[in-house]
């Protein structure tokens, strides 16, 4: 019998507490576990950043965090932002810029954004491109991405 | 054409549910008592299987069931032929050994399926295959192309007499007779390298066998619901209506998710009904570089005969073509090579022959581009060693020899992947050259901008090239459109959507037509139950394709809405007009029904009907073009290049583009800005390495170089010409490949210009700081 480790992580603002096994992902815990199915996992190496969540408030790659490591940590995942009826100010921009295709890779954009435009309201479009490098998109080239980050550091500095 | 919703710039309707994360993909599906699937593949690129024993496997806590060949009796076949050969090519060899759904006795290519593991969690599953004993011996591997092509080299099928998977010549005019007549002839060894589709979602596949109702329920990631259905259903011996194929939303297509004869589109329909068993299965990144498809692999011998002013005589292109281990695809990639190698030009005679052979690689069908970068790229290099040659400029050798648009339609002369002969419809390729020249201030660049910047010691270079793309390609789509009680309208198609936005302009279609609201407008895409007919979604040629389907369905219920209601409000059709969710009378608006009412009195449950009357407001159209229509276009590139690091800068990057008439300019611009983005990871960052015993040595984004954010110029800067296509009844033409297919040749070329003091000659598409540094080296010498 595989053994078992009791896990209290809180996401999205509420505290579950699940028995688990030492290896189990924290995208799996989060995807199959909860069933908050937002956080794609798109290489499980750690590359391309789809499976990005906040812990403890930092971008992090959930493929690369076993769930134990995050027992006792407060984890935000894209269902924390924004409902369809009432997008979050980033969500809202990234569809009026069009910085999104097939939206598989679009969870981890946002919840490396949030942080990001948290700590600097006000970036240069070469600030945002750093800040987005270590996610990967095969759809847009990147561009309306950068577009999106600005137009919502507009909106969310004029809220 | 702009119209009220057709032509605008409108937000997709899709995005809400995406960026909530609320859209269903593939792995998001979870059914009660659902088992998981993880294949053993083989390390060997070609082996001979001496035994595998799964054995302890089988015992493994957990584990289900456990499969090899063997296992599967009579229902293991080598799959179906995806895609025939054009019988219209005379004399052309084709052997087809399609894919087999898993090794038996032989292993052709490393990561070759070879066991199957099902059990209660992906985990225990991958656990249990660490239980498997692969016992095989390993054969030398045949990877280099010009090599296996020799009678004398190891073979990939022992029961052919060579490697030879195909051989086709196509010619033109005369070559030969016009390399006599020709001032200069230059010619070149070129390669075109081979990178993978990579889309972000890899694939996937749940089915459930559900026994009660004799109905197989398939959800899966492909780019062709409606052939997986048929495949599937022929497998399994069922009539097609049996077999339910649902596309939930798919995280990137880009061409390998076309194929419908994997080891989990064959093996695992068998399993579900066999253990009657819900089972997913999902692909992780390694086993997608290893065994999903990849593309593009050619060397190609080429020759460019010109008079001494520039004008093209001829070309010649004898090439090689890498199938891999099996070529379930047929001829496409190689055939689009061909006709995308002179179709920008005015090439009179044109000789062109492929050469594709087996070799124990994974399996080589389309990528974004699919043969065309290939053609454009010879065809723009041998235009850069003219030029060199004939001491012109690279514009302007170009600009002499652009088809014009009184040219058109142009027959070429060569059969082309939808088996007719190449037919170019219109353009202005011209006109996209001139438009190019001007955005990206040539003049200024060659007489100022670059002789400041060398005396600065700064190395810039330029690259301009030209490029066609076919796109919208038959045999057919079709589509249903519906209006509701409710007045919202319901369209189905037989498609897939990987990310293009047909939620949207498939809606601003119908939209246009109904005068209904965009967001009243419900696309349902890849779902056979809700349509089932149709090809899928390839060549650019969703929305030209199954968007004229769309249209053409849309105009046939706005004459039922008029002749319907016409009848119910008591006048004439001619006094009948569309207001916005309703129809009213003309100048009288106030004496209206609303699209809701009149669809429910179009469908009466009582009383008597006119004999041949269809219920509903509600048609079925379908749309066959002859042939595929053309985009063109052209593109710059500036670079600067640091010649120490050898560490690339690039500083404009400009498209001009023509692709007919525009649904949605802000969904065009995406579609280019993604395609130029995997050309400049085709030219400079990715590329699929394989080493000389067959082994991937690029089987993760740690060796595969995606391109990243840092990577992009600062603004792609994009044109537009709009020439109709004569071919649909919206003058469309595709444009979901373009920015892929120009922008190696144009990266190139400008490399070379920036550090022109080394004169290179570089033949590769794909570079990256190593290459460059070991062409200079060699030119130095």
């Known amino acids: 019998m595989t053994k078992l480790f009791p896990v209290s992580i809180n996401v999205n603002g509420q505290v579950y507490e699940r028995q688990v096994e030492a290896r189990l992902l924290l995208s799996d815990f989060l995807r199959h576990e909860l069933g908050l199915m937002g956080t794609h996992v798109g290489c499980e190496h750690g590359i391309c950043g789809a499976c990005t969540v906040l812990f403890d408030g930092e971008a992090v790659r959930s493929c690369l965090i076993f769930s134990v490591q995050a027992s006792g940590h407060e984890i935000r995942t894209v269902e924390s932002l924004g409902t369809p009826e009432n997008l979050h100010p980033l969500q809202e921009a990234f569809s009026e810029k069009h910085a999104l295709q097939c939206g598989f890779c679009t969870p981890g954009f946002l919840m490396t954004l949030v942080p990001f435009l948290e700590q600097n309201p006000h970036p240069t479009d070469d600030e945002v491109r750093e800040a987005i490098d270590g996610n990967i998109c095969r759809c847009t080239g990147y561009e309306k991405i950068i577009e999106a980050a600005q137009e919502a550091s507009k909106k969310m500095s004029s809220r | ?781």
């Not at chain 2, 054009?86 to 290519?109: E, Y």
């Not at chain 2, 040629?541 to 009848?567: D, E, M, W, Y």
């Not at chain 2, 800068?649 to 802000?666: A, E, F, Q, S, W």
Request: charged fraction near 25%; hydrophobic fraction near 40%.
């Open chain 2, 1 to 781: 054409m702009t119209g009220k919703y057709f032509g605008q710039p409108i937000k997709r309707l899709e995005d809400k549910h995406l960026l909530s994360g609320r859209a269903k993909f593939i792995d998001d599906i979870e059914i009660p008592g659902m088992l998981h699937a993880a294949f053993l593949r083989s390390d060997y690129a070609h082996a001979i299987i001496k035994k595998i024993d799964v054995s302890e496997a089988r015992k493994h806590p957990g584990v289900v069931a456990v499969y090899t060949a063997e296992d599967f009796g009579d229902y293991w076949k080598p799959g179906p032929l995806q895609v025939p050969p054009p019988t219209a090519i005379k004399g052309s060899q084709f052997n087809a050994r399609t894919l087999v759904p898993i090794a038996k006795g032989k292993v052709r290519f490393s990561g070759e399926p070879v066991a199957i593991v099902i059990a209660e969690s992906r985990y225990i599953a991958e656990d249990a295959l660490e239980d498997i004993i692969f016992d095989a011996e390993p054969l030398p591997a045949v990877i280099d192309l010009e090599k296996a092509w020799e009678d004398t080299s190891v073979k990939v099928h022992d029961d052919l007499p060579s490697n030879l998977a195909a051989l086709v010549k196509q010619e033109a005019g005369n070559y030969e007779e016009a390399k006599k007549q020709a001032d200069v002839v230059v010619s070149r060894k070129l390669y075109a390298d081979r990178v993978a589709g990579a889309a972000m979602e890899n694939r996937g596949f749940v089915v459930n066998w559900d026994e009660r109702n004799q109905e197989m329920v398939v959800w899966a990631t492909t780019q062709a619901p409606l052939p997986l259905r048929i495949a599937i259903a022929g497998k399994m011996n069922l009539i097609e209506n049996q077999v339910r194929v649902i596309t939930p939303f798919i995280g990137g297509g880009f061409g390998p998710k076309i194929m419908t004869s994997q080891a989990d589109d064959v093996l695992l329909p068998w399993i579900s009904m066999k253990l009657n068993k819900p089972i997913k299965w999902l692909e992780d990144r390694r086993e997608n570089f290893l065994a999903t498809t990849s593309e593009r692999d050619q060397v190609h011998y080429c020759e460019i005969a010109l008079k001494k002013d520039g004008t093209i005589l001829g070309f010649k292109d004898v090439f090689y073509h890498n199938t891999g281990a099996y070529d379930p695809y047929g001829m496409t990639v190689p055939l689009n090579t061909q006709t995308h190698t002179v179709s920008n030009y005015r090439i009179p005679n044109f000789y062109t022959e492929i050469r594709m052979v087996f070799t124990n690689e994974m399996v080589v069908t389309p990528v974004r581009g699919a043969g065309r970068p290939e053609g454009v790229f010879v065809m723009e290099r041998m235009m850069d060693a003219a030029a060199k040659e004939l001491k012109m400029d690279p514009a302007e050798i170009r600009m002499k020899n652009l088809l014009k648009p009184e040219e058109f339609p142009l027959k070429t002369g060569i059969i082309g992947q939808d088996f007719v002969e190449g037919v170019l419809d219109s353009g202005d390729y011209k006109g996209n050259l001139v438009k190019l020249l001007e955005m990206v201030e040539y003049e200024k660049f060659r007489k100022e901008i670059q002789p400041q910047a060398r005396k600065e010691g700064k190395h810039l270079g330029i690259g301009v090239v030209a490029f066609t793309e076919g796109t919208a390609v038959g045999p057919y789509e079709g589509a249903r459109v519906t209006i509701g009680n409710n007045g919202k309208v319901s369209v189905a198609t037989g498609i897939s959507t990987q990310g293009q936005g047909h939620f949207t302009v498939f809606a601003q279609i119908v939209a246009e037509q109904l005068n209904v609201k965009v967001e009243d407008v419900k696309v349902i895409t890849g779902d056979t139950n809700h349509f089932h007919w149709g090809a899928g979604t390839f060549a650019s040629r969703g929305a030209t394709i199954a968007g004229t389907a769309i249209h053409n369905a849309s105009v046939l219920v706005r004459q039922k809405i008029f002749a319907t209601a016409s009848k119910f409000l008591g006048v004439p059709e001619d006094q009948v007009e569309l207001c916005e969710g309703s129809v009213c009378v003309k100048g009288k608006p106030e004496i209206s029904i609303s699209l809701g009412e009149l669809a429910g009195k179009a469908n009466p449950m009582r009383g008597a009907v006119e004999a041949d009357v269809k219920p509903g407001l509600e048609a079925t159209a379908y749309f066959a073009p002859p042939h595929g229509a053309t985009g063109s276009g052209a593109c710059a590139i500036i670079v600067d290049v640091d010649p120490e690091t050898l560490k690339i800068k690039i500083d404009r990057l400009v498209l001009v583009h023509d692709c007919g008439t525009v649904i949605n300019p802000l969904l065009l611009e995406g579609q280019i800005q993604g395609a130029i983005s995997m050309g400049i990871g085709n030219a400079f960052y990715e590329k699929i390495v394989y080493d000389e015993n067959g082994q991937l040595l690029t089987a993760s984004f740690m060796d595969y170089l995606m391109p990243q954010a840092t990577d992009m110029p600062n603004k792609m800067e994009i044109g537009h010409l709009h020439t109709s296509s004569p071919l649909n009844p919206l003058g469309m033409k595709g444009v979901g490949e373009a920015g892929a297919i120009p922008t190696p040749p144009a990266f190139v070329q400008a490399v070379e210009d920036a550090l022109i003091e080394y004169n290179l000659d570089i033949a590769d598409s794909n570079l990256n700081p190593s290459m460059i540094f070991e062409y200079m080296h060699r030119s130095k010498k």
